[in-house]
């Protein structure tokens, strides 16, 4: 019988009614009319309908009764209260109970054919009308419709109907009613038994499969026709893991029994063997082409592919509140980065469910949108840390080439600082750190910005370092200057190496080269990305102390040289090219004589030494005949190039490349390497002890010569 609308019905007898009756006159409207009884004003009860349709004060209708102690009371009327699961729902409630009562069948039925299977389960749960609907014999076409609305979904099998098959596959109870019942934490459909139920319900009902098979009967028991499922295991990390589990049916195996037992021959008992092999074969998930495993991997697949739509919407929704607190930038650098974990598989984002509609105003938003930005904030200034750490490198690299090959022609008779000095400088941190990552200083830029950085630079660190240096000394002599450092009697010494040397020499001395415990972050950084240039580290002076003794022999020298102790320099007293012997270690049994020059008293080790200056007389000869041959430790004061430790080699590189001619000195030739007349003495206003590298040659400044032997022989 089809199905009618009561609404539509009803919609029609009112009109009936309207057109049959017809108006009532006043006096009928006069004699049904009751007078009503006063009330107070200001009152704000509401006129109430009788059941006749007229209206009555609501003062009339209620009623009184005595008390026990002889008062009236009103009686009140009850509220209904809201159930807990709905009042948090927000729109209108009852309306699929409306569709229910009030839409004819064929339009529910033709609504429901576009929905699926899952979508049908959801609403058998939620009115018994609509189950009533869906559960009668006349909506199978419906539940068909659903079926066939999923994409690639198994067929049904033929002894389910399509609501168990749904229920099945979709169901969230524990299932059949005899078990729990409880909703959730359901293991894969048991499709031999077909049964779906939680761990607990599935290990406390059906028996293991080895115990149920030891039961059965020989002819059938290895035959592989015994109902058999898995259930799964679970991994945990902290605590102990379930192990998997095959279990048996108890009142399947029965029922496979009995029907053995009403067997009577051996061929019945093979042909039903076979038989019920091939029953199992269709229902076992065991092999993947089976029924109850493509059920399986197809939910599976579904749900996967569920969550996943869920999550990108999700995920896009978030993404656009970011974008409105100007963070969606930094969270699509993540979402593409190596670390994308850290936005995708973060507590607020990785969810499989729709973001509130009203953002806004949720509080679990509010939340949610802190932890975000909190998260987004600090990835920013790490990722623009670490890209300016990347660009700060590159620039360091450039100024490192640059610095070096301003080296090669720098002047090194004033102190001149290591590659950490000047890059670590305030104004190179600031060119460095202070300019944006993403502004791109070219190779040229950066060499103009360092030819016009580096003499400031120069000038604020030699300052401060010859201060230092004035500071050590004028604990011992509080009259000293800077302008003292340059005398020839000004010796410093080194508590490390014990060696001494003379302005600047200290500053490219190793033992004054190292890392203070006072350097800043972009020290340690430059260093920490430079250990293979910056092995010597900045200058640190914190090792030197001035050396009287060393002083005082150095005294010596220069008076036998018959220079000014109190005005001659270093330069000078190189100038003079001053031989000298240590009568001590030359006056030991079985050693031959010790000769030097001046630096070489600096750098000789004797204790107690004794030393006699430019008295050899005729045998000047045969002892200079005896010196090595050094190289290199002597600069143009024009060009800084290197031009050898010989008057000859200097007198070359200065006609060469300078163009400078000399007049013939009218002191003697003490080598035959010097040019006629010419000694590095009457040239010294064009040459410069390179005292950089002086550090190298410090064990080769001294020389011996056998006794006994002239050039001569």
Not at 286 to 302: A, D, I, Q, T
Request: hydrophobic content about 35%; charged content about 30%; proline content about 4%.
């Amino acid at each position: 019988m089809t199905r009618r609308s009561s609404r539509i019905s009803q919609q029609k007898s009112n009109t009936a009614r309207t057109i049959s009756h017809a108006s009532p006159t006043a006096a009928t409207l006069h004699a049904n009319t009751q007078p009503l009884t006063s009330r107070p004003m200001g009152s704000t009860r509401k006129r109430l309908r009788t059941s006749d349709g007229d209206d009555e004060d609501e003062d009339n209708v209620s009623e009184y009764r005595d008390n026990d102690n002889g008062g009236q009371s009103r009686r009140k009327k009850k509220k209904t209260k809201m159930p807990a699961e709905f009042r948090k729902v927000r729109g209108k409630r009852g309306l699929l109970e409306r569709l229910a009562k009030d839409v004819p069948l064929d339009i529910i039925f033709e609504i429901f054919c576009y929905l699926d299977s899952s979508d049908l389960i959801n609403l058998s749960l939620t009115t018994r009308d609509l189950r009533s609907i869906l559960m009668s014999k006349a909506s199978d076409f419906v539940w068909r419709s659903a079926r066939l609305n999923l994409d690639d979904l198994p067929p049904l099998p033929k002894d389910l109907s399509e609501f168990q098959y749904a229920d099945f596959i979709f169901g969230i109870h524990c299932h059949p009613p005899q078990l729990c019942s409880r909703k959730g934490d359901l293991i894969p459909t048991l499709w031999s038994f077909r049964t779906r139920c939680c761990r607990t319900c599935a290990v406390d009902t059906f028996p293991y499969f080895l115990t149920l098979k030891r039961a059965q009967p020989l002819d059938y028991r290895d035959a592989n026709i015994l109902p058999h499922e898995v259930i799964p295991g679970i991994y945990r990390k902290d605590r102990k893991s379930i192990a998997v589990r095959h279990i048996g049916h108890t009142a399947l195996t029965q029922q496979l029994r009995e029907q053995y037992d009403a067997l009577k021959t051996e061929e019945e008992i093979d042909v039903w063997i076979s038989r019920k092999w091939e029953e199992q074969e269709a229902l076992r998930e065991v092999r993947p082409h089976k029924h109850g495993r493509l059920c399986n991997e197809w939910y599976s697949n579904m749900v996967q592919d569920r969550d996943d739509k869920l999550f990108e919407e999700r995920k896009d929704a978030i993404l656009q509140k970011l974008d409105e607190l100007g963070l969606r930038e930094e969270a699509e650098i993540i979402i593409n980065s190596e670390e994308s974990y850290l936005f995708l598989e973060h507590d607020a984002v990785n969810q499989s469910k729709k973001l509130t509609v009203q953002v806004s105003f949720d509080p679990a938003w509010n939340k949610m949108k802190s932890d975000l930005a909190v998260m987004l904030s600090e990835h920013k200034e790490l990722r623009i840390a670490g890209e300016h750490k990347i660009v700060a490198v590159r620039r360091y690299e450039t100024l490192v080439e640059l610095y070096h090959q301003a080296l090669k022609d720098s002047d090194f008779r004033e102190p001149y600082p290591l590659v950490l000095d000047v890059l670590t400088d305030q104004d190179f941190k600031k060119l460095i750190w202070n300019t944006s990552c993403y502004d791109v200083l070219s190779r040229a830029f950066l060499s103009s910005q360092y030819s016009q950085l580096l003499p400031a630079v120069l000038q604020r660190w030699r300052s401060a370092k010859i201060l230092e240096l004035v500071g050590i000394v004028q604990r011992k002599i509080p009259g000293f200057t800077s302008s003292d450092l340059y005398l020839a009697v000004t010796v410093f010494g080194c508590k490390g190496c014990k060696i001494k040397m003379h302005f600047p020499e200290m500053f490219y001395h190793e033992c004054c080269q190292g890392f203070s415990a006072n350097d800043d972050l972009r020290a340690e950084f430059f260093r920490s990305n430079y250990l293979w240039d910056l092995c010597k580290g900045s200058c640190n002076l914190s090792k030197l102390f001035f050396d009287r003794s060393g002083s005082e022999t150095v005294k010596l020298v220069v008076e036998a040289c018959g220079l000014d102790p109190k005005t001659a320099s270093s330069q000078d007293l190189y100038a003079t090219e001053p031989l000298i012997e240590c009568l001590t270690c030359s006056g030991r049994a079985g050693s031959d004589r010790l000769f030097m020059g001046f630096r070489g008293v600096l750098k000789h080790r004797c204790n107690n030494g004794r030393y006699t200056v430019n008295s050899f007389g005729e045998e000047t000869k045969d002892i200079l005949s005896c010196e090595p041959s050094l190289h290199g430790y002597l600069k143009c004061a024009h060009c800084h190039r290197e031009i050898g430790n010989k008057a000859t080699g200097v007198r070359q590189h200065l006609e060469n490349w300078h163009g400078l001619t000399f007049e013939n000195s009218s002191e003697p030739d003490i080598t035959e390497e010097s040019p006629p007349g010419q000694t590095l003495k009457s040239m010294q206003d064009h040459w410069y002890w390179n005292t950089r590298e002086c550090e190298y040659l410090k064990y080769e400044f001294s020389f011996r010569k056998r006794r006994g032997i002239t050039s001569d022989a």
